[in-house]
């Protein structure tokens, strides 16, 4: 059974840094293109950032250059380092897999005050 558990949402300043986690369990994430996506209030969830089993990344234009997805083999975790944030980065994160039909986390509140 895939599970994905993501963490290191909370509440920061703009300008300020936060790190989100996102534990798999059930498949090897190195085998698998993991992404991070993100819902806004009232909005449609969008991708922000994607890393290939091959280790390519790709990042949605509003976070290039702030923020950096990567991944632990070791851990089976992947992580999106998000510096310089801004008020319009406030959202909910997920992280999902894509496999299958894919799958995904439960989300991880992010909340950034101007």
């Known amino acids: 059974q895939v599970q994905l558990v993501e963490s290191g949402g909370g509440l920061v300043q703009a300008g300020g840094s936060l790190r989100l986690s996102c534990q798999i369990s059930g498949i090897t994430a190195s085998r698998v293109a993991t992404g991070w996506h993100r819902q806004a209030p009232g909005k449609q969830r969008e991708p922000v950032a994607l890393i290939t089993s091959g280790g390519r990344i790709n990042y949605a234009d509003s976070v290039k250059g702030r923020f950096t997805i990567s991944r632990d083999n070791t851990k089976n975790t992947v992580y999106l380092q998000m510096n310089s944030l801004k008020p319009e980065d406030t959202a909910v994160y997920f992280c999902?897999?894509?496999?299958?039909?894919?799958?995904w986390g439960q989300g991880t509140q992010v909340t950034v005050s101007s």
């Open positions: 999902n897999v894509v496999v299958g039909s894919g799958y």
